[in-house]
DNA sequence: ATAATTCTTGATCAAATGGTCAAGAGCGGA
DNA sequence: TCCGCTCTTGACCATTTGATCAAGAATTAT
């Protein structure tokens, strides 16, 4: 069956390098200024192409921004969908608490960006915390309760042990430049992480 | 010794109104929008004042802004500066994470605007952070040191186990709207604030 | 090859926005 | 009361910025 006349349903290849690099570029300036800080020119500035060219394969400054955030929206589910409720409670914690600090090492950038969308009320992604976002947490805090109820786990609220380990992982990211000013020093990850597991996991033991 | 016609040093009555009136304006706006999305014509409009006198107070946007920070930055020492190296360090540590809960509760539109000026890589007070924030983080820290030292805590690394602090308990003012998109209603401070105390401070038990 | 389609850009626009100015209104001290 | 200083504002300005357009260059399909 043809495909008749229709607007672009398959992107070809320039596309798909174009709207990468731009995206790449969205990343950089949104994760540094903001929605409403970022600026189109900049954008454009940085994956090195006209502005006009830019907003052919984005129509829109809010187009790129949502883009954006819908392409790394399931990256960050992943690890704690990778809870696994019949692994030991406290070496499954500890994976997730690792991989979201190694999130926060590796890619500063996506943590931010998330951070300002939250902070400015999520206008964008609202959808995806009260959808997505809230089914797996319900059924991660699920896990959690039953490996309290098998005695495997202290006693404590699993909806702000994760609102807890989100935050103080996210911290290393977010925050980095109060963690180094304090410190005086670029923060090594491996003695963050080795801190964190320790004091989020110590009070968790039976 | 007449004060010979200066600029105004003291401030009257009317100027003391009407700063007042602005940082507040101020505060809601910047927190809300950040520096580069909030307008002059917003915060005018929400202090009920026409931007050129607005203006008239503040000569530019980022005096507003630079004003409103310093305001509340002694603030924010202050919690962690009470803690009192003689006494119980869980009750010390108990008292400061409570107060800092209390003030993500009473006044989260401060705790978003700092968040969002360290986000976006603190431009306004890099110097707060690398003075007087580090200084006073660095006697508590010895304090913290000194308490496990005489083994009255369990052997934490002081800086990070400050860090959990701040961001678990300002994970509740910056982040609230994916904390009540996830819970599906309104967080009770109280509830939060018993979970927080158990989940930080169980395991620094000796 | 060549026609159709996709890609690229200089020039331009309208709206938003930070900030100015001059002139008038209001207030306080002598 | 009167004078000087503080306060207030409508009108205005220059720049920034998101977005459009028309026309030409490059690519792809036949």
Do not use: C
Request: charged share 25%; proline share 5%; aromatic share 8%.
């Amino acid at each position: 069956m043809p495909q008749s006349k229709l607007k672009p349903i398959v992107n070809t290849r320039i596309q798909a390098r174009n709207k990468e690099l731009i995206l790449d570029a969205a990343l950089d300036i949104f994760s540094a200024f903001g929605f409403r800080g970022a600026t189109v020119d900049q954008i454009a500035a940085k994956s090195e192409m006209s502005k006009p060219n830019l907003l052919y394969y984005f129509r829109r400054k809010e187009d790129i921004y949502v883009a954006l955030l819908e392409h790394t929206l399931s990256d960050w589910l992943k690890p704690l969908a990778e809870l696994n409720p019949s692994g030991d409670p406290l070496i499954e914690l500890s994976r997730y608490i690792s991989a979201k600090m190694e999130m926060s090492e590796a890619n500063p950038k996506a943590s931010r960006l998330f951070a300002n969308e939250i902070l400015h009320g999520a206008p964008m992604i609202e959808k995806f915390l009260k959808g997505p976002l809230k089914q797996l947490v319900n059924e991660k805090a699920q896990v959690i309760k039953s490996w309290i109820a098998a005695g495997k786990l202290a006693p404590i609220d699993p909806y702000h042990l994760i609102f807890a380990i989100w935050a103080v992982t996210q911290h290393y990211a977010d925050f980095s430049v109060q963690v180094d000013a304090v410190l005086g020093r670029r923060e090594d990850i491996r003695t963050a992480q080795k801190a964190v597991l320790e004091i989020l996991l110590r009070g968790l033991k039976v």
